[in-house]
């Protein structure tokens, strides 16, 4: 294969700014999974499946994301699959948020309209997040990989944190007029910053340089088979199934856990997701600050900072189970501080070893590489947020004790946790112990996102 021409790299600069896009982004997605699931599980009453499913779909749907990556690839832009995805998201999401509202006088339209918005929140997310973090570990000099990926998700977080602060304020007294013109808003502001953001920050660039077979159907098809065929790069496939499936089985039911068992209105329980994120920020930068103090930036570092991540999201999530059986006894707001706090911890991590894996061969097919490890975390929340709501409504069923229905479920997910851990150090095996990741330069990487 011909080597690609150079591509100009990214500054400190945009880095932040493909960051908005992120925060963008996220302020849209936070709406759509944690404040819609709520409304349909506690306010209109209907079984914890449905938002699971539909939420479902839309990961689902991001199981094409290898294939919006290469036709990015193949043209050699990537901003316009960003607007373009950023406008689909934010469509969808009022749609969303609409539907929502029918659910509670006209069910079966509500649901109808629901799923064929959540289709489409799942093709925005997908062609403007897979070509977001591709543009990022394309453009990024290898020395700035592992700091840039900490920055972009920071700022995701932030995008979720400030979401749920400021939204929370403005659904409470809760009216569904209020969810839908909240979440127009929220979309629209979004939007526009992500818009701004891309504009003229791929100014200079080459296209992509691929042979005529990687233009063709059988091109994709092969490049796919040939990443796969890598071990590391199937090996983390497999870790980061694993791990997003513990993360996601809790996503759609922590908010209807705060609003059954502790009495949360929406306002309190879209606040207490920010507090959450909140510690998903701090502990982005608390690994952040630490890999760059202590000057580690090799394998064996980041695998440990990954495991050590995973299995503090088990005893967090085995403290969530214990908070589900005894009840508001517990404190629940420090718990999912504690469960955010550990999650950023393994993220930063693993984001790092994803960023530097992408971009290793020098072929410009990031995005192919960006849509396989995104279509296994699409997949693993399909799959992991309808199973936890459905073994909520199952259990419930059963034994008709909502305690125990979400005691079951933060346990095994904390389970799962631990095997991510062991996980983390079976990809770490795939290669030497002295591969070197990139560097956190000192004094470059806060402040963040």
Same mark, same amino acid.
């Given at each position: 294969?011909?080597?690609?021409?150079?591509?100009? #790299?990214?500054?400190?600069?945009?880095?932040? $700014?493909?960051?908005?896009?992120?925060? &963008?982004?996220?302020?849209?997605?936070?709406?759509?999974?944690?404040?819609?699931?709520?409304?349909?599980?506690?306010?209109?009453?209907?079984? /914890?499946?449905?938002?699971?499913?539909?939420?479902?779909?839309?990961?689902?749907?991001?199981?094409?994301?290898?294939?919006?990556?290469?036709?990015?690839?193949?043209?050699?832009?990537?901003?316009?699959?960003?607007?373009?995805?950023?406008?689909?998201?934010?469509?969808?999401?009022?749609?969303?948020?609409?539907?929502?509202?029918?659910?509670?006088?006209?069910?079966?339209?509500?649901? +109808?309209?629901?799923?064929?918005?959540?289709?489409?929140?799942?093709?925005?997310?997908?062609?403007?997040?897979?070509?977001?973090?591709?543009?990022?570990?394309?453009?990024?000099?290898?020395?700035?990989? &592992?700091?840039? +990926? +900490?920055?972009?998700?920071?700022?995701?977080?932030?995008?979720?944190?400030?979401?749920? %602060?400021?939204?929370?304020?403005?659904?409470?007294?809760?009216?569904?007029?209020?969810?839908?013109?909240?979440?127009?808003?929220?979309?629209?502001?979004?939007?526009?910053?992500?818009?701004?953001?891309?504009?003229?920050?791929?100014?200079?660039?080459?296209?992509?340089?691929?042979?005529?077979?990687?233009?063709?159907?059988?091109?994709?098809?092969? #490049?796919?088979?040939?990443?796969?065929?890598? #071990?590391?790069? $199937? $090996?983390?496939?497999?870790?980061?199934?694993?791990?997003?499936?513990?993360?996601?089985?809790?996503?759609?039911?922590?908010?209807?856990?705060?609003?059954?068992?502790?009495?949360?209105?929406?306002?309190?329980?879209?606040?207490?997701?920010?507090?959450?994120?909140?510690?998903?920020?701090? %502990?982005?930068?608390?690994?952040?600050?630490?890999?760059?103090?202590?000057?580690?930036?090799?394998?064996?570092?980041?695998?440990?900072?990954?495991?050590?991540?995973?299995? /503090?999201?088990?005893?967090?999530?085995? &403290?969530?189970?214990?908070?589900?059986?005894?009840?508001?006894?517990?404190?629940?707001?420090?718990?999912?501080?504690?469960?955010?706090?550990?999650?950023? /911890?393994?993220?930063?991590?693993?984001?790092?070893?994803?960023?530097?894996?992408?971009?290793?061969? %020098?072929?410009?097919?990031?995005?192919? $590489?960006?849509?396989?490890? %995104?279509?296994?975390?699409?997949?693993?929340?399909?799959?992991?947020?309808?199973?936890?709501?459905?073994?909520?409504?199952?259990?419930?069923?059963?034994?008709?004790?909502?305690?125990?229905?979400?005691?079951?479920?933060?346990?095994?997910?904390? /389970?799962?946790?631990?095997?991510?851990?062991?996980?983390?150090?079976?990809?770490?095996?795939?290669?030497?112990?002295?591969?070197?990741?990139? +560097?956190?330069?000192?004094?470059?990487?806060?402040?963040?996102?």
């Amino acid at each position: 294969m011909n080597s690609a021409p150079a591509r100009p #790299t990214l500054g400190w600069l945009g880095v932040i $700014r493909l960051g908005l896009v992120q925060s &963008a982004l996220g302020a849209i997605i936070i709406i759509c999974t944690s404040t819609l699931n709520r409304v349909m599980v506690v306010e209109i009453g209907l079984p /914890a499946m449905l938002p699971g499913a539909l939420v479902g779909l839309h990961y689902g749907v991001q199981m094409s994301r290898p294939h919006w990556g290469h036709g990015a690839d193949v043209g050699g832009k990537r901003a316009p699959w960003i607007i373009g995805g950023m406008a689909t998201l934010g469509l969808g999401a009022t749609g969303a948020a609409a539907a929502t509202a029918f659910m509670a006088s006209a069910p079966w339209l509500g649901i +109808a309209l629901a799923m064929l918005a959540f289709a489409v929140i799942g093709v925005g997310v997908g062609a403007a997040g897979t070509n977001l973090l591709a543009l990022l570990a394309a453009r990024t000099a290898p020395s700035r990989k &592992a700091a840039a +990926a +900490a920055i972009v998700w920071i700022m995701m977080i932030f995008g979720f944190v400030l979401t749920a %602060g400021i939204s929370s304020q403005f659904l409470d007294p809760f009216t569904y007029t209020r969810l839908v013109v909240v979440t127009a808003v929220v979309s629209a502001i979004a939007f526009s910053i992500a818009v701004l953001a891309v504009l003229g920050v791929e100014k200079g660039a080459a296209a992509s340089q691929l042979s005529p077979a990687a233009k063709s159907s059988e091109g994709f098809k092969q #490049t796919l088979a040939e990443i796969w065929s890598d #071990t590391a790069a $199937r $090996r983390f496939t497999i870790f980061v199934f694993v791990s997003m499936l513990a993360y996601s089985a809790q996503d759609l039911i922590l908010e209807p856990f705060a609003g059954l068992i502790y009495g949360y209105t929406p306002g309190e329980s879209t606040a207490m997701a920010g507090v959450q994120n909140g510690g998903v920020l701090l %502990g982005m930068i608390a690994t952040a600050i630490i890999g760059t103090t202590i000057g580690k930036s090799r394998a064996s570092f980041m695998r440990a900072w990954t495991v050590g991540g995973c299995l /503090a999201s088990t005893l967090a999530l085995f &403290a969530l189970a214990g908070a589900a059986w005894t009840g508001p006894a517990w404190p629940l707001d420090p718990l999912v501080f504690a469960l955010g706090l550990a999650n950023g /911890a393994f993220a930063v991590a693993a984001i790092g070893s994803m960023m530097t894996l992408a971009s290793a061969a %020098g072929d410009q097919r990031e995005g192919i $590489r960006m849509g396989l490890w %995104g279509a296994s975390q699409a997949i693993a929340f399909a799959i992991g947020g309808f199973a936890g709501a459905a073994a909520l409504d199952g259990v419930r069923a059963l034994l008709g004790d909502p305690s125990i229905a979400f005691t079951t479920v933060f346990a095994v997910e904390g /389970a799962l946790f631990a095997v991510a851990a062991g996980l983390a150090l079976w990809v770490g095996r795939t290669s030497a112990d002295d591969m070197t990741l990139p +560097a956190l330069p000192a004094g470059d990487i806060l402040p963040a996102e």
